[in-house]
């Protein structure tokens, strides 16, 4: 830091106190460490006096006219002094700014042009690096928002190019899982209404590539949730709750839509990305890097989430409406849902209901045009009272 | 302060005699045994920002150590987690070591730790992150390295070639850039050096005779993977 004129104090008082070494020398017969000594400016060159088992020795008088200047060090910002002395050349490495600074007020003209030289040297390395910093920081940047904006393109056309073969292993594995560790309902009234109702919204469904498979789950507590690849759960609890066939039909479309719009593994890819993205340039790093990737990626996962649901919403009410399924159950159903009553409303937890949500839901409502409901083949009051 | 270095080579411990009211700074945990008389405080070296910035920005521990002999004198016996050597330096105020994070051990009052940032390329493919701890001041600085240690004397302009997963600390008088081991790319990588550092004198380069790195991967291979 040899430019500056801020001295940190202790440094400060080697040079006062006039016995503390403040430079390293170099040379043949010297330890490769370098030789602690301490340097003097005088009128016509400097002094150099080695202190060794803490005695002074004879200073070594080194004329201005012998000196060729440099700048070194791992930052660049020692000034080095070259000399060729009576047992070969010499080396001087200097960075305690008071010296620097009374060297270069002393130097004599043929000097000065080669210390402004390496003046010009550290400060272009600064700038350079400086600049360098800020390109990165600046590149870092735009990615970032590159990505916060511009992600949803990059990941729909990422994970359309990922065959349906390959969601539907994906979600298989975490579905056999699943059902590995829960029991489930497997067969009687209750899974034939659910079939039912899969199977009628999944006929309106355009362009499905999808069969969808549906487990009910014994459970109290109130969920459904939708794999990549077409598996759907839904719990008893939630069952319970609902008061009519659409109701369970709207979360159900829900749910359906999550698989349609490939939402799993759009987040997927996402997440992929960006955790790759922050590993290239962040490193693999448990400091600072590990932070920020996780941070980031809970950030867009949270950002991804709200945007999924709001489309899974909107097309899952057209679909109730292809279907010929009374949309109004969806709508109900997700307010009641939301009133508070004790009892362990998971499916809230991913799904916030908003009052934003149900109005954007309700006037989705009012564009479609009315339609004449048809019922389903079961009767929900039996449905629910073989839950028990 | 007095340090002697016990059972030199792969498992050795420093003993540090401290005169009463000295003490030693040392990485948290490095503390196996220590008279009465010392007292062992905690402390967040640089403040709780400075022990922040160096916990985030080098991964290096939150908190020191600090041992005190605040009752008389008394000695403390200090050693690394990992298997390898110890070497104690003498920093004499003008001498400076840039030291990699998983390489201090303890360091004498007088020693003052920053967390500097280094420059983008060195940050970037020198494997050791964007902040490396620089150790100035005055008195004694222990190190310690993963397998031996390794000193490297370069004189002015001398060079020398190091693979960056075996640097242990290296003098600010020292220079070095970051370079490929080899001229193409894909035989720098199939040549399992990848990146190098070519370091340029005056200066001590300290090295390690293993790679941390290399051994985890090596560990790895044989740790069953639960389900």
């Known amino acids: 830091m040899w430019e500056q004129i801020t001295v940190n104090e202790s440094r400060k008082n080697h040079v006062m106190t006039d016995s503390h070494p403040n430079a390293l020398c170099f040379g043949d017969e010297l330890p490769a460490g370098g030789s602690p000594c301490l340097v003097h400016v005088e009128a016509q060159g400097i002094t150099i006096a080695f202190t060794v088992g803490g005695k002074q020795q004879q200073a070594e008088a080194v004329p201005f006219s012998s000196v060729t200047v440099?700048?070194?060090?791992?930052?660049?910002?020692?000034?080095?002094?070259?000399?060729?002395?009576?047992?070969?050349?010499?080396?001087?490495?200097?960075?305690?700014?008071?010296?620097i600074r009374t060297f270069r007020q002393a130097a004599p003209d043929q000097l000065t042009m080669p210390l402004e030289r390496v003046a010009g040297q550290v400060r272009h390395v600064r700038r350079r690096h400086r600049m360098v910093w800020s390109i990165v920081g600046g590149s870092l940047l735009a990615l970032v928002l590159g990505l916060w904006f511009g992600s949803d393109l990059l990941v729909e056309l990422a994970a359309d190019r990922?065959?349906?073969?390959?969601?539907?292993?994906?979600?298989?594995?975490?579905?056999?899982?699943f059902l590995a560790q829960h029991e489930s309902v497997n067969d009687g009234p209750t899974v034939n209404a659910i079939t039912e109702m899969t199977q009628r919204l999944a006929r309106h469904a355009p362009n499905n590539p999808y069969t969808f498979e549906v487990t009910v789950v014994k459970s109290d507590v109130v969920?459904?949730?939708?794999?990549?690849?077409?598996?759907?759960?839904?719990?008893?609890?939630?069952?319970?709750?609902?008061?009519?066939?659409?109701?369970?039909?709207?979360?159900?479309?829900?749910?359906?839509?999550?698989v349609l719009q490939r939402h799993g593994l759009e987040r997927i890819v996402k997440q992929?990305?960006?955790?790759?993205?922050?590993?290239?340039?962040?490193?693999?790093?448990?400091?600072?890097?590990?932070v920020m990737k996780q941070l980031g990626v809970e950030l867009m996962t949270l950002k991804f989430g709200r945007a999924q649901e709001t489309e899974a919403d909107l097309t899952g009410l057209q679909l109730l409406h292809r279907a010929k399924i009374d949309p109004n159950g969806m709508i109900t159903f997700f307010e009641r849902l939301a009133e508070k009553d004790g009892s362990r409303v998971e499916w809230l937890s991913t799904h916030p209901m908003s009052s934003a949500r149900a109005d954007r839901l309700k006037a989705q409502l009012a564009e479609i045009p009315k339609q004449d409901p048809e019922p389903f083949t079961f009767e929900w009051t039996k449905i629910q009272a073989s839950l028990g | 302060m007095k340090s002697e270095i016990l059972y030199p080579g792969a498992f050795p411990m420093v003993r540090v005699e401290l005169a009463e009211g000295e003490h030693i700074?040392?990485?948290?945990?490095?503390?196996?045994?220590?008279?009465?008389?010392?007292?062992?405080?905690?402390?967040?070296?640089?403040?709780?920002?400075?022990?922040?910035?160096?916990?985030?920005?080098?991964?290096?521990?939150?908190?020191?150590?600090?041992?005190?002999?605040?009752?008389?004198?008394?000695?403390?016996?200090?050693?690394p987690t990992v298997p390898g050597e110890i070497v104690v330096l003498e920093l004499d105020g003008v001498n400076e070591y840039m030291v990699q994070k998983d390489g201090f051990l303890a360091g004498a009052d007088g020693i003052t730790i920053d967390s500097q940032m280094q420059s983008m390329?060195?940050?970037?493919?020198?494997?050791?992150?964007?902040?490396?701890?620089?150790?100035?001041?005055?008195?004694?600085?222990?190190?310690?390295?993963?397998?031996?240690?390794?000193?490297?004397?370069?004189?002015?302009?001398?060079?020398?070639?190091?693979?960056?997963?075996?640097?242990?600390?290296?003098?600010?008088?020292?220079?070095?850039?970051?370079e490929k081991a080899t001229s193409g790319w894909v035989a720098s990588f199939t040549s399992g050096e990848g990146f190098v550092c070519r370091f340029r004198g005056p200066g001590i380069v300290y090295i390690q005779s293993r790679n941390p790195r290399?051994?985890?991967?090596?560990?790895?291979?044989?740790?069953?993977?639960?389900?």
């Open chain 1, 272 to 290: 992929l990305g960006f955790v790759a993205v922050v590993s290239i340039v962040l490193g693999n790093s448990p400091g600072l890097g590990g």
């Open chain 2, 214 to 227: 290399g051994f985890g991967a090596w560990v790895r291979q044989f740790i069953p993977i639960s389900e």
């Open chain 2, 121 to 178: 390329t060195r940050g970037l493919l020198g494997g050791e992150g964007f902040f490396i701890l620089k150790m100035s001041g005055k008195g004694m600085l222990v190190l310690n390295s993963f397998g031996a240690i390794h000193k490297i004397e370069l004189k002015p302009n001398q060079e020398y070639i190091v693979d960056n997963s075996h640097l242990v600390a290296w003098s600010t008088t020292t220079t070095y850039n970051i």
């Open chain 1, 162 to 177: 990922i065959p349906i073969e390959w969601e539907q292993k994906l979600g298989e594995s975490a579905y056999r899982d």
């Open chain 1, 70 to 99: 440099s700048a070194g060090g791992l930052d660049h910002d020692q000034l080095v002094l070259q000399w060729m002395g009576p047992t070969g050349q010499r080396t001087l490495y200097l960075k305690n700014p008071d010296v």
């Open chain 2, 25 to 79: 700074k040392a990485e948290s945990g490095a503390m196996v045994a220590c008279s009465p008389t010392i007292d062992i405080e905690s402390k967040m070296e640089g403040g709780f920002l400075g022990a922040l910035s160096r916990k985030f920005l080098t991964g290096e521990k939150f908190f020191f150590q600090t041992l005190r002999a605040s009752r008389g004198p008394g000695e403390a016996l200090l050693a």
């Open chain 1, 223 to 258: 969920n459904a949730f939708a794999l990549p690849g077409g598996y759907i759960v839904v719990f008893t609890g939630l069952m319970k709750k609902a008061t009519s066939a659409e109701e369970v039909a709207g979360v159900l479309a829900h749910e359906l839509n999550h």
